[in-house]
Every structure is written in structure tokens, then in C-alpha cells.
T-cell receptor
């Protein structure tokens, strides 16, 4: 069964628009971590943000912000005032303590296209 | 700080041939991962090492894939014999230790095409 679902396959926006990426996860563990990674055309996955299951406080880091809601098992990610350099595939990932600790389970990814 | 190094970057082989990929993790990182990323999908963990011991290889097709991490540093992933469905990008990642908290640092990947 898919542990992490990213329903949006592709999102296209014009520069300076906000982009929100959806992520829904499934776990029976009470301790887990959620991540967002970015994969630009070069192919190298880049870590963006991390959240643990005990901290639902939503935060903002620069142009990135996230909304973690355990009640709906969602971990959405927003890029504010998008730029062309934000064009990439974004992956949501889950790490569960009950499964191989440290193993990342990725969603299928959302392609973000930002045009000037 | 040098990142995760992988080689080769690209490889084209015919089915039933063998191929090997090499990974050098970030210095001091105890945990090393190999992921397979098929086009249009998220990466899938193949094998996870803690130093030179295997932590998880439950999704490694052991009839054709093998991996080792001698001396707990570099690692090689081998496919023998390759099948068409092995065409993918093979990503190596490392982290300080085996922990759900630690972020993983990824290499540029090796793009394998099996004809």
C-alpha cells in the first residue's frame, strides 16, 4: 500500500504566484518524521524541510512554509512568490520508527513548472 | 564539505549483461542507502547499511542485485544479469547515523538504460 500520496502530478504557475503541494501519508506509528525534498533537473535530491510527529506547529522558512495536520494525515508545503529556479519535482517522504528506522518512503512526486 | 559521489553518471547496457555502480558517501556518515528511481516515480529504498552491516535489504531483488560496503565507507551496487525493468536512476545517499531524524544527503545518481 502506498504510504505517501501526492495526488498532484504537475502544477504550472507564473512567477510570483504561490504554489501549494499536497501530501497525505499513512502510518500506524506514533513516532515518525515527514520530509520534503526537491529534485531539480540535475537529478540530485535536495533536503528542504523536516517535521516530527509530535510537533504540529506550522512554520515559515524564507519562502517555504508547511502545514502539518495529524488529524487529516496531511503535510502540505507552500512556496511563496515562486521563482523560475523553483521548477523541479518535489517529493514528500515518511520515516517511521516501526519500519526500518531511517528508511525514507517517498511519494510519486509533484512536478512544479514556474514560467516567467 | 564534499557531497556524495557516484560513478558512473550514465550507463547503457544490453539485457543479461552485468553492471556495477560506485558510491562514496560524505566523510563521517555511518549510514548509506541505495535507492532505485524509476522514471515518473519516487525513489524506492533497495538497501541500507549502518557502517558495513546491512540494516534493511527487504526490497533488494537478491537473485540479481547485490551490494557491499567494505570497511564501512565506499559502497558498490551490482546487477547481474540486468533486465529491461532495471532501467532507472540509482541514487546513493548517506546520513550521519541511522535515525529517522537525520536528513539524507543524495548523490547525483547513475542513470542506467537496459536495452
Amino acid at each position: 500500500a502506498q504510504k505517501v500520496t501526492q495526488a498532484q502530478t504537475e502544477i504550472s504557475v507564473v512567477e510570483k504566484e504561490d504554489v501549494t503541494l499536497d501530501c497525505v501519508y499513512e502510518t500506524r506509528d506514533t513516532t515518525y518524521y515527514l520530509f520534503w525534498y526537491k529534485q531539480p533537473p540535475s537529478g540530485e535530491l535536495v533536503f528542504l524541510i523536516r517535521r516530527n510527529s509530535f510537533d504540529e506547529q506550522n512554520e515559515i522558512s524564507g519562502r517555504y512554509s508547511w502545514n502539518f495536520q495529524k488529524s487529516t494525515s496531511s503535510f502540505n508545503f507552500t512556496i511563496t512568490a515562486s521563482q523560475v529556479v523553483d521548477s523541479a519535482v518535489y517529493f514528500c517522504a515518511l520515516s517511521e520508527v516501526g519500519v526500518s528506522w531511517g528508511k525514507l518512503q517517498f511519494g510519486a512526486g509533484t512536478q512544479v513548472v514556474v514560467t516567467p | 564539505e564534499a557531497g556524495v559521489a557516484q560513478s558512473p553518471r550514465y550507463k547503457i547496457i544490453e539485457k543479461r549483461q552485468s553492471v556495477a555502480f560506485w558510491c562514496n558517501p560524505i566523510s563521517g556518515h555511518a549510514t548509506l542507502y541505495w535507492y532505485q528511481q524509476i522514471l515518473g516515480q519516487g525513489p524506492k529504498l533497495l538497501i541500507q547499511f549502518q557502517n558495513n552491516g546491512v540494516v534493511d535489504d527487504s526490497q533488494l531483488p537478491k537473485d540479481r542485485f547485490s551490494a557491499e560496503r567494505l570497511k564501512g565507507v565506499d559502497s558498490t551496487l551490482k546487477i547481474q544479469p540486468a533486465k529491461l525493468e532495471d532501467s532507472a536512476v540509482y541514487l546513493c545517499a548517506s546520513s550521519l547515523e541511522t535515525s529517522g531524524y537525520n536528513e539524507q544527503f543524495f548523490g547525483p545518481g547513475t542513470r542506467l538504460t537496459v536495452l
